[in-house]
């Protein structure tokens, strides 16, 4: 029976089941640091990071290389032929898992998120026949006892298969990541880091495992976890460099340790007086260099997580002020939300009203030509009170619907030409007996350079003109005004300007005079108006692509209002 034989160069001297002296002095050098380092690497990767699909993946194909080393050191070291046997049997489930897995971990690492189900399913399916063939002679044809080694058969071709075409796939996803990623991301350095490391990795363990069964020299397998190392230094670098799995300063100093320690531990399986020395350099050297290396990452670490404060605290500060914006931008669209309902009220408001101060204008006036018959001088003294409230408060009607129309943009204009200088010498005309009764003297003068035709629509800009001028006559107490029209023939322009001798403005309040409801220190002097006429005037003069503007001295000083208007 297989498991009663002992292999013929073999000496029970370890447990009475193994004899390290008949294995190659490189397989502890090569295999048990590879394994205890690997081990060590992932599990505190894992203990750092656990919740971690990567740092998962990361443990399993350690887990699953480590088995395989171990098992590879079985094979050689075992002393009963039936051990040696059952490690050649099942080494074939261990050897699969790590191509399968290092796929899984690549693409998990490029796109940070899991696999679709199909291509687990697609994976599990590689894995079966492994798991169906694995008692099989399709596995391992026969055992020869005088190696004390199995041959292999088919499953093993299949193997190989699986390995090199995962190696061709992970070039690609590297391949194809990199190129869609654009130059100075920072991942695209990190691709590269982990693509040498992995294909180095995958290509060195299937080489020598294929050299190993084809020539029957497995003291080539022992050069194969190289690509091990080369793999587990740029993830070190990585974890570093790049904070790859969220581990600093305290990876980097266990891994130097735990690797002087591992190969510290080689002193006890040294035989050759060769080896002993190099691994004296060895050990020496990683000692010297490691503290060299926890120095430099300790600085490293320290700047980057003074970058990362700063990082931080203007990270909160941008978001306090994106968080102010955001307020600001909601007070901003509740404030155009109440303004809108404002305008729909005024406008609201201003349609009721404008219905019962037509009836009350029309029924004054009756009453005081006497069509209700004949009235006496105190009550016609009342009811013309009463026409002329109800004439002002249809002019302020008048205005804030003028004021909602252009706030809703439902401001009409019906350009026409129209001689200007007949539609301001008639309202001038008309505002004389006013200025009359007053006491003052009103004017109106001309260049005579005739015609003065201005192409807009005529009675709104009769409605700014009447305004400006019935203002003057309104804020003067003594004195003069003057209405004048002027013409710029090289600029093509018309200027209409109305002068007074009466309260003057200030220079603070001019730069407000045009604003909605402002009236500055004439509203002392006259309380009736709206403060709403220059607005319309200003909104009206820009409408037809004009200016208007006001000039004064200061208080006390007169002051002149003048509108300028394209020649039509």
């Keep these: 029976m297989i498991n009663q034989l002992i292999c013929p160069d073999a000496i029970p001297n370890f447990l009475n089941f193994f004899d390290f002296s008949i294995a190659p002095i490189l397989l502890f050098y090569s295999y048990i640091p590879i394994i205890i380092i690997s081990l060590f690497l992932s599990f505190f990767v894992f203990y750092k990071d656990k919740y971690s699909l990567q740092s998962k993946l990361l443990l399993i194909i350690s887990l699953s290389f480590s088995i395989w080393a171990f098992d590879q050191i079985t094979q050689w070291t075992a002393v009963y032929s039936s051990i040696v046997h059952f490690s050649w049997q099942i080494i074939a489930l261990f050897e699969i898992l790590i191509p399968l897995f290092s796929i899984y971990f690549v693409y998990v690492f490029l796109y940070k998120k899991d696999l679709v189900f199909k291509y687990k399913i697609l994976l599990s399916l590689l894995f079966l026949p492994v798991i169906l063939t694995l008692p099989t002679v399709f596995n391992m044809i026969s055992f020869d006892l005088i190696e004390c080694q199995s041959n292999f058969s088919y499953l093993w071709n299949y193997i190989y298969l699986i390995e090199i075409l995962s190696i061709i796939f992970i070039t690609h996803l590297f391949y194809k990541k990199f190129k869609s990623l654009i130059a100075g991301d920072p991942l695209r350095k990190q691709i590269v880091i982990l693509g040498i490391g992995v294909f180095l990795f995958l290509s060195m363990f299937t080489a020598t495992n294929i050299l190993g069964d084809t020539t029957l020299f497995y003291e080539i397998n022992l050069f194969g976890p190289i690509g091990m190392v080369i793999f587990l230094g740029l993830m070190t670098f990585m974890i570093v460099r790049y904070k790859t799995f969220n581990i600093k300063l305290l990876a980097t100093q266990a891994l130097v340790w735990g690797l002087a320690v591992l190969i510290g531990s080689q002193f006890f399986f040294i ?228 002068s007074d001798s009466g309260m003057g403005i200030s220079k603070t309040n001019l730069n407000d005079l045009f604003q909605k409801f402002s009236r500055g220190t004439g509203g002392k002097m006259n309380a009736g108006g709206s403060g709403l006429g220059l607005y319309l005037g200003k909104e009206i003069i820009t409408a037809h692509s004009g200016r208007i503007w006001a000039e004064s001295e200061g208080e006390g000083k007169g002051s002149t209002f003048a509108v300028e208007l394209d020649m039509g």
């Design 271 to 498: 035989r050759n007086p060769t080896n002993y020395i190099l691994n004296s350099i060895t050990f020496v050297g990683i000692i010297v260099f490691g503290q060299f290396l926890i120095k430099s990452v300790k600085r490293e670490v320290k700047q980057k997580e003074e970058i990362q404060k700063i990082a931080v605290e203007l990270e909160n500060s941008k978001m306090r002020i994106e968080e102010t914006n955001i307020q600001l931008e909601s007070a901003n669209e509740k404030l155009k939300g109440l303004d809108k309902l404002k305008t729909e009220f005024l406008s609201l408001a201003s349609h009721q009203l404008r219905s019962p101060l037509t009836a009350i204008k029309g029924y004054t006036s009756m009453l005081l030509e006497g069509d209700f018959g004949v009235v006496n001088d105190k009550q016609k003294e009342a009811i013309d009170r009463v026409f002329q409230s109800s004439k002002h408060l249809t002019v302020v009607v008048e205005d804030l619907l003028n004021v909602s129309k252009i706030e809703q943009g439902g401001m009409q204009y019906i350009m026409t030409p129209f001689d200007f200088e007949k539609a301001v010498k008639d309202l001038a005309t008309d505002l004389t007996v006013t200025a009359e009764k007053k006491g003052l003297k009103l004017t109106f003068e001309t260049d005579n350079k005739t015609p003065y035709t201005v192409n807009g629509d005529m009675e709104k800009l009769r409605q700014v003109i009447l305004n400006l001028i019935d203002n003057s006559v309104k804020y003067t107490k003594e004195g003069w005004i003057k209405v004048s029209l002027t013409k710029d023939e090289l600029n093509k322009k018309i200027k209409f300007a109305v």
